[in-house]
């Protein structure tokens, strides 16, 4: 076996297919980040010119000539694999002090154990539990099992819906009530999915701005998008998608419904009224030939229909007034890599939160891991706190009403090759994400 730097291309070619895979372990993600600062390394193991193991690892600078590797979602290799593991992290370290490394950080594309949509763990199920302690023996520090979604690298806790030999309607099936009324009531407002381009990043990132502002989280800026967006589109691994309305069309549409529900609720009045007379010189004969209450109902049902309309009518024409005829409620960055697709960023402008106006995405998305036989469509992040008391589980709850299940990565893993030099790194680091969340909950 022998310890060698890979091209991209033969990078790639291991990568696409690999058990642990992830766009994150791909070139196109490794260049996104070589704009903000970066250093991509593809390195690997071969053995007969055969690639047995890779990862691609991201190099940073901290302070003057001390560094740290990041291989993202990485290794791509068999942990259960003694010999070869060995061999890789014993050349991995020789390769990264080559380097004045002062830490190796991964955090593998590995679930911990099997959990339902509840996130509870399923009775046997599979585990992975066991490459904690492998990786462990190697060195490597665990970095704990967090719940919390911000302030990671990557999110540990994912909920994704399994697509793999199913159909849409399968999907729709196994919807929560819930989901499947927020559904129509997009549908019925004449909300649509559109693909965007790179001239809609502006708009991606106003979006998700205003959902930062909400939440108090830090946003990522313009040109992170940008760049993310330009590396990944053009290897076609991403696209934005937005929720919009169209409401000279709605409102055209609505007016029309409402116009023919109050001509139909005339027109049957009238009928009635003529029945009702008819109705009375018949009764003597053959009894009364009109059900007074059960047309009554009928009405007032189609009223109270009627009211809706008006409503909705009124609030769409509002919208027009304030943002034209073409108006964007929310946007998605959709990952497509391997065998999954990845709903990676998303936010909605806090006006419109209350039309779902995320759904009809996720289940366009949902409808395309359908179609090309997928493994899963993945909603990405969530908090492990799975409780109703918790202040992202709005977060949780709209993704689960899809169903599908709760995902637990294996977590963040920290390879130490300086340790005084590390533990001053990762004070500081506390420090500064303590800062973070001060400032966040200030704004």
């Given at each position: 076996m022998e310890f060698v730097e890979l091209t991209e291309k033969e990078f790639s070619d291991f990568s696409k297919d690999h058990e642990y895979t992830s766009f994150f372990q791909t070139v196109a993600w490794g260049k996104s980040k070589e704009k903000v600062g970066w250093k991509m390394h593809l390195v690997g193991i071969k053995e007969n010119k055969k690639i047995l193991a890779a990862t691609m690892i991201l190099e940073k600078a901290l302070i003057k000539k001390i560094k740290i590797f990041y291989s993202p979602r990485g290794f791509l290799i068999d942990y259960r694999n003694k010999e070869l593991l060995t061999f890789f992290v014993n050349n991995l370290k020789i390769y990264a002090k080559k380097h004045k490394v002062l830490f190796i950080k991964i955090d593998p594309y590995i679930e911990n154990y099997e959990r339902d949509n509840d996130g509870n763990i399923v009775e046997n199920g599979y585990s992975n539990n066991d490459i904690i302690s492998i990786l462990e023996s190697y060195g490597f520090k665990h970095q704990g099992f967090n719940l919390e979604q911000d302030n990671k690298l990557q999110g540990r806790w994912l909920f994704v819906t399994p697509t793999k030999e199913?159909?849409?309607k399968d999907i729709d099936n196994e919807m929560k009530r819930s989901a499947k009324r927020a559904m129509v009531k997009t549908e019925k407002l004449g909300i649509k999915v559109v693909k965007g381009t790179e001239e809609d990043i502006k708009e991606f990132y106003n979006i998700m701005k205003d959902?930062?502002?909400?939440?108090?989280?830090?946003?990522?800026?313009?040109?992170?998008?940008?760049?993310?967006?330009?590396?990944?589109?053009?290897?076609?691994?991403?696209?934005?998608?937005?929720?919009?309305?169209?409401?000279?069309?709605?409102?055209?549409?609505?007016?029309?419904?409402?116009?023919?529900?109050?001509?139909?609720?005339?027109?049957?009045?009238?009928?009635?009224?003529?029945?009702?007379?008819?109705?009375?010189?018949?009764?003597?004969?053959?009894?009364?030939?009109?059900?007074?209450?059960?047309?009554?109902?009928?009405?007032?049902?189609?009223?109270?229909?009627?009211?809706?309309?008006?409503?909705?009518?009124?609030?769409?024409?509002?919208?027009?007034?304030?943002?034209?005829?073409?108006?964007?409620?929310?946007?998605?960055?959709?990952?497509?890599?391997?065998?999954?697709?990845?709903?990676?960023?998303?936010?909605?402008?806090?006006?419109?939160?209350?039309?779902?106006?995320?759904?009809?995405?996720?289940?366009?998305?949902?409808?395309?891991?359908?179609?090309?036989?997928?493994?899963?469509?993945?909603?990405?992040?969530?908090?492990?706190?799975?409780?109703?008391?918790?202040?992202?589980?709005?977060?949780?709850?709209?993704?689960?009403?899809?169903?599908?299940?709760?995902?637990?990565?294996?977590?963040?893993?920290?390879?130490?090759?300086?340790?005084?030099?590390?533990?001053?790194?990762?004070?500081?680091?506390?420090?500064?994400?303590?800062?973070?969340?001060?400032?966040?909950?200030?704004?």
């Open positions: 199913k159909t849409i959902t930062s502002d909400r939440r108090s989280f830090s946003s990522r800026p313009l040109a992170y998008y940008k760049n993310m967006y330009h590396e990944l589109h053009k290897e076609g691994l991403c696209d934005l998608y937005f929720a919009t309305l169209d409401t000279k069309d709605v409102i055209t549409k609505l007016s029309k419904e409402i116009k023919e529900k109050k001509e139909g609720l005339k027109v049957d009045q009238e009928i009635f009224d003529k029945a009702e007379v008819l109705s009375e010189t018949l009764r003597k004969y053959k009894g009364n030939m009109i059900n007074v209450p059960k047309f009554n109902e009928r009405q007032e049902k189609r009223r109270s229909e009627l009211i809706q309309l008006e409503s909705q009518l009124k609030e769409v024409k509002e919208i027009q007034e304030r943002h034209g005829d073409n108006v964007t409620l929310s946007g998605i960055l959709e990952i497509f890599y391997g065998n999954e697709v990845i709903g990676l960023y998303g936010g909605t402008y806090k006006e419109f939160i209350k039309y779902s106006p995320f759904n009809p995405i996720h289940h366009k998305m949902l409808e395309y891991a359908c179609e090309n036989n997928l493994k899963q469509y993945n909603y990405y992040a969530i908090s492990g706190n799975l409780s109703k008391e918790d202040s992202q589980y709005g977060i949780y709850y709209t993704k689960r009403n899809f169903g599908g299940k709760v995902v637990e990565l294996i977590g963040e893993f920290d390879l130490v090759l300086n340790k005084p030099l590390y533990y001053v790194y990762k004070l500081a680091f506390a420090t500064k994400i303590k800062l973070k969340k001060i400032k966040n909950r200030n704004k």
